[in-house]
């Protein structure tokens, strides 16, 4: 299964990713590691793409992507979906 997620975001953002499966859920963190947001970014918007794979043979699935903004210093839900195959 390939959960595909797109991200308009501030550029030269540092990034790290995390997942989780519990039961039926998918949690999914990408994670602003800006230590200190006004160092690390340039003065533009970017696209970014994450390509979340994982193997498992149950089909159905609840997913939920999430954000931690460094320079809020807050995180959002990006996208929820279930899954039925």
Known sequence: MNIFVGLNYICAAPFSTESR????TISMYIIDTCPEPVS???????YY???FKFLSDN????YRVK?????K????TIKEEFINK
């Open 67 to 71: 954000l931690y903004d460094a320079m």
């Open 40 to 46: 690390c970014y340039a003065k533009c918007d970017c």
């Open 59 to 62: 089909a159905n699935y609840f």
């Open 21 to 24: 499966i519990q039961n039926d």
């Open 49 to 51: 793409t994450f390509d």
């Open 73 to 76: 210093k807050d995180t959002i």
